[in-house]
């Protein structure tokens, strides 16, 4: 391999990288929600697209930039808190399985709504961030993915924090530690739920925003969610860190084959390449690379 | 108990004659090869050592009480003999081969049978269902496909044993209902058929009496005795209740803290300074009466 | 064997069975005589496929407690299979079904194999894997397809012993038949020696591993059989339905459907099938129709359908709440009530 083709590998490596931010964006909405309601939450894919054309739809019909962003933000939170309060707390004590399946119709249900009040036809969103690549050592680099992907960490950084540093964050780990202490020491476990959900709005608005610049507003931008899946079994249901890392491992390996192994086969394979590497994960560690170990009790 | 025989062709056992071993039980002689032999046995979880060293062995047709405080290790033991846990060292001698870790689906074909300390039936089947799913393990191939005779003939073996363990246990009434309507003292005696069905040579009774009224208590007391005195298998018997085990057992074990700290019969371990500390704490007077 | 102890004598023609007989009589001798074209093409035939992949699913997750989100690939395995046989090979008809089925039941004992290793959600989006990837193969490579350029095959005739299943009605009975004849060995299945090893799996992993029921191949036989019927079912529905096949038909929405139709009728039931692929099939008919009344026609088409998505999305979050246990239970009720009303008078 001589010297550029070796700098062609790390340009796609490093490209692959910033569009696993991407995925990790959108796994990290995922994770939230599984972490306190162990739930698997398919309306994530619904609720980008959601919040992506009510961000969108509004800059449209001339409401400033920043106005916007609020007004969306409320509305996302708005949501989040009707989604808690009508489909999970009936569901409550109910079977994962169960929960999850409620959330494959509730993704319909936004997803179809989305589009009857904001129309189907595809809106370019633009961020004012520039599209222009810029090189660093003979590698090109995409400012958008950079900016973008700085943008996730910053995001992740104030998700982990608040986890960390604030009461509300820490009951959110108490709750995912034992659902049945958590109330016993008077947690009020349906304002956690609440808050959470609306913290998976806002997640899903910054990544709505960020694909949305990227692919344009519309019906597909729900389908990212099917980016997002194998990172989570990669990463592991429960983990922000294995989010990140799984979204890195994807996003690279998936660009890689695609440049390398795609044309002998004919390409368009990132449609299942990331399920594959998951997968080949998974058969040697079960429950992901940083999920909980599970240790049955008989 | 000669009922429990088998009377179908199809299901004896590859193994040694059932007939030879409905002979009464009479005292437990110390030259026959054990039932199972355990020979320094330790596990940790993390750092956790939840079982250090462990080693005794259980006679063939001996009552083996194991008991100990909460958290003493118990149930990791019982995980580990029935390969749910892999020990990280010590070996176990079972059916006179040695294992360092018993692979979970050849216990039925060892002749090892266990119960659940928290049930561990089958909510959707039957009562009859659940006691049959004992003998699952020894239906020939494909004898699962429907329109097959062979098909038909297991499930009408099966049916035929299954009515013998419900009467043996009282449990007939019950055989068409679906097993997650029965009170729970009934549910542990399902749990014991479904152990049983498949004549086992030992026994792993987790936790037995857990969760259990006085009366029933009794009863389930009566049905060890009864199916090591007829049948001439051997029990380990897994309880933390120390005055349960007493008058039942032939000999008991005594762990905490993952480790054996006494090993004899009743009466000896009664008088153990070591189990009364770890008991009563350092101070107790002797467990008088011991329950 | 449902292991009926002491198995009373029961009488040949139970309530049931005779409900069952008549519902048959109708279906093989009233319908062709008497159903409109619109109603045997627009309903019952992707009616009876939609019930079949329902049923195979059913197996796998209702019974054996594997979920599974790729039903759809299996269907188009099951429909480019039977294609390329009737091309390239050129087998009668009952050898066509046959080989359709078991590579389909290959293909789905393949991407099964995860089961053995994974559980819950982690399985539920490896089955993903089997719909990406299959969708992308028949895709993909042309000979699939015998390279045909729009990528949309039209299914040929299917013909047997001088009949051939041209006609409307022939393939509504060719489907029907296919369909009842698999319905009653998956009855035979499940209520035989079977059906301990699949709910004790399904129930009680550890348990049933520790008592001896092998679990790995239970999980193994379950995902062959179930992708196997489900193969089935996607022949019926490209060669008896629609009469043509694409890669498109088989997406991911038709897997969720499936899955929709095996909760909503009831899991672990096998009329469970046939109840949600009715509502499944019929709902969206009389969604359109009635919004065609209420609004007069002044809703478009694409307005119609995103309601659709809607209304269906939110009938399965209510059917979770209100009736966990899908419209069989329901049926169950009706029934019971009905009898005892009988019984009074």
Known sequence: MDWYEFLFVIEVAVGGLLSGVMYSLVAIGFVLIYKTSGVLNFAQGAMVLFAALTFVSLVERGVPFALALVITLLIMGLLGLAIERTVLRPLANRSPMTLFMATLGLAWVIEGGAQLIWGTQVHALDLGISNAPFEIGGIFISNFDLVAAALALALVVVLTSFFRFTRTGLSFRAVADDTFAAIAIGLKLNRIQAAVWTAAGVVALVAGLLWGARLGVQFSLSLVVLKALPVLVLGGFDSVPGAIVAGLIIGASEKLAEVYLGPYVGGGIEGWFAYVVALAVLLIRPQGLFGRKITERF | ?291 | MSLAVEAPARPLLTGQRLAILALLALAFLGVPAFASPWTIEAILLPFLALSLAGLGLNLLTGYAGQVSLGSAAFMAVGAYAAFNIQLRLGLPLPLTFLFASTTAAAVGVIFGLPSLRLKGFYLAVSTLAAQFFLQWLFNKFGWFSNYSASGVISAPVLGFAGITFDSRESRYLLALTTVTLITIFVHRLVNGPARINLIAVRDNETAAKVIGVPVLRTKLAAFALSSAIIGIAGVLWSFTYLRTIEPEGFNLDRSFQILFIAIIGGLATLRGAFLGAGLIVVFPLLLSRGSAWIFDGGLDAGSVQLTQRIVLGATIVTFLILEPNGLSSILDRVTARVRSLMGRT
């Open chain 2, 1 to 291: 108990m000669t009922g429990l025989a088998l009377s179908e062709p199809a299901l004896q056992p590859e193994r040694r004659s059932f007939a030879s071993r409905i002979a009464p039980v009479t005292p437990v002689t110390a030259s026959a090869a054990p039932a199972l032999q355990l020979s320094g046995i330790s596990l940790a979880f993390g750092g956790i050592r939840a079982l250090k060293d462990v080693s005794f062995d259980v006679r063939p047709g001996e009552i083996r009480a194991v008991i100990g405080p909460n958290g003493a290790g118990k149930s990791s033991l019982v995980n580990v003999i029935s390969g749910l846990y892999r020990a990280d060292t010590g070996r176990i001698v079972l059916g006179g081969e040695s294992f360092a870790h018993v692979p979970p689906g050849r216990l039925p074909g060892l002749g090892v049978a266990r119960t659940f300390q928290n049930l561990a039936l089958f909510p959707g089947l039957s009562v009859a269902e659940n006691i049959a799913s004992g003998l699952v393990f020894r239906r020939p191939a494909f004898a699962w496909l429907p329109f097959l005779p062979a098909s038909r003939r297991e499930g009408r073996a099966t049916a035929i044993r299954v009515r013998e363990i419900a009467a043996f246990l009282g449990l007939e009434a019950h055989l068409p209902r679906l097993v997650s309507t029965l009170p729970f003292g009934l549910q542990k005696q399902v749990e014991l058929a479904r152990a049983m069905i498949a004549d086992p040579r030992l026994l792993l009774l987790d936790e037995p009496m857990a969760g259990l009224t006085g009366t029933e208590k009794a009863a389930m007391a009566a049905h060890i005795r009864a199916i090591r005195d007829r049948l001439g298998l051997s029990v380990i018997l897994i309880e933390h209740d120390i005055g349960v085990v007493m008058g039942l057992s032939d000999r008991i074990v005594v762990l905490d803290h993952g480790e054996v700290i006494a090993d004899g019969r009743p009466d000896e371990v009664r008088r153990d300074p070591e189990v009364i500390r770890a008991y009563l704490g350092p101070d107790a007077a002797p467990l008088a009466g011991a329950a």
